[in-house]
């Protein structure tokens, strides 16, 4: 099969994004040099590394949604696979690593552009698929649950230890002091009680979301484009 032509950036029918992309091997960089991916014609280009890459659409063998890094600010991110093996990352985050809201509404309009263009070109052979692979999500799942009993339940059980607990002063007799008991504050531990529900509220928002499953390009998961 011929490489498909050369994009030209400038054509009326082509569309830049100025959005942070990644190809090939993992690895760390302390700022993310690589940016700008474009759909065309029937066609996705993009330049990694100072190599260009043109991609026919219908190579294209499966897409990917995602959130990434922290539950905080995660990082919204598409994969693209290709049927030679290439594989494509394009994220919402700026070039030091984190997410901002122009960003953001960027990748949006990527996400619903690409999706757009492979309804067009009828590409019924891609696989569309959302969130995390099942081993993943399995220990993330585990994981949240497990710091959310820490963080929650803990502070709940003291919550309501405090409704029943009585403080005694010290008590001596001639052999030894029995120790004063004291009972932590009701409010202080609701304190800890609502940080800890504000904390894991992300966490728990992004599990969700990451739930492994597959959509359609009609039907975009807009849990994964805030």
Known sequence: MDAPPALDTKSPESKTYDLTLSSGPKRFVWRIANRGVTLGCGTISWTYDGTAETKELDDIAAVNLQSVGSWQNAVQQCSIAFNDGTKLVVSD??????????????????????????????????????????????????????????????????????????????????????????????????????????????????????????????????????
């Open 93 to 226: 985050a700026a070039a030091h690593g984190l997410p901002t809201k122009a960003q953001s509404a960027i990748y949006r309009d990527f996400v619903r552009g690409l999706h757009a263009a492979l309804r067009a070109q009828a590409s019924d052979g891609v696989r569309y698929s959302a969130g995390y692979g099942e081993a993943r999500y399995r220990f993330v799942f585990v994981f949240s649950a497990l710091l959310g009993l820490l963080l929650v339940a803990v502070p709940a059980g003291l919550f309501f230890w405090t409704l029943t607990c009585t403080p005694t002063p010290i008590q001596c007799d001639e052999l030894f002091c029995t120790p004063a008991r004291e009972c932590p504050g009701a409010t202080s531990v609701l304190a800890v009680l609502g940080f800890s529900a504000v904390f894991l509220w992300p966490l728990w928002r992004m599990v969700k979301a990451n739930a492994p499953r597959t959509y359609s390009p009609e039907a975009l998961p807009e849990d994964l484009l805030r």
